[in-house]
T-cell receptor
């Protein structure tokens, strides 16, 4: 059981380049999230999805787009990368059932934009 | 979500129990206490949660006071790999899409 898998683990981009981060979960969860974490800071929500084909903006959505074409995959896109998007990106899927409300996180993608 | 207060940092000797406190004096009756941790350079990891009864799993024990205004996470035999930031979160178990909000947490350092 792999849980939540993020691809790639590391990436260096030049300003203006584009890229897509992939998050895959094998737990059949409806909810998925993309967070960013800057050094010494907490997690900030970028976008989230409550099910296949649906997405919504989080706290810091500007400069990012997402898609959830399949239930198990949640993609985060940067159309034109900026140095301010240098960060560690975490994906999470969420199990909610009765009293259970647990988010499972991937290992993260470390992105540097030069 | 109810506000939580945790010490900024704690040390623990390897092999000893680590007791991490959390105050949540404004907790509501339907709010659960959740604990996560984040090991350096890794994603956050769920540890345990509870409503009012003490809970134990393979990772830790959670002790919640009778008035539910505070709780303690116990790692019974801390190892060096338990060095991490530990977050206490109080929230309703809900089907809404609310994000998980981490406070500043407690940096636990397990010393050899």
């Amino acid at each position: 059981n792999a849980g939540v898998t993020q691809t790639p683990k590391f990436r260096v981009l030049k300003t203006g380049q584009s890229m897509t981060l992939l998050c895959a979960q094998d737990m059949n969860h409806e909810y998925m999230y993309w967070y960013r974490q800057d050094p010494g800071m907490g997690l900030r929500l970028i976008h989230y999805s409550v099910g296949e084909g649906t997405t919504a903006k989080g706290e810091v959505p500007d400069g990012y787009n997402v898609s959830r074409l399949k239930k198990q995959n949640f993609l985060l896109g940067l159309e034109s990368a900026a140095p301010s998007q240098t960060s560690v990106y975490f994906c999470a899927s969420r199990l909610t059932s009765g009293s259970i409300d647990i988010q499972y996180f991937g290992a993260g993608t470390r992105l540097s934009v030069l | 979500d109810a506000k939580t207060t945790q010490p900024t940092s704690m040390d623990c000797a390897e092999g000893r129990a680590a007791n991490l406190p959390c105050n949540h004096s404004t907790i509501s009756g339907n709010e659960y206490v959740y604990w996560y941790r984040q090991i350096h350079s890794q994603g956050p990891q769920y540890i345990i949660h509870g409503l009012k009864n003490n809970e134990t799993n393979e990772m830790a024990s959670l002790i919640i006071t009778e008035d539910r205004k505070s709780s303690t996470l116990i790692l019974p035999h801390a190892t060096l790999r338990d060095t991490a930031v530990y977050y206490c979160i109080v929230r309703v178990a809900s089907g809404s899409a609310r994000q998980l909000t981490f406070g500043s947490g407690t940096q636990l350092t397990v010393l050899p």
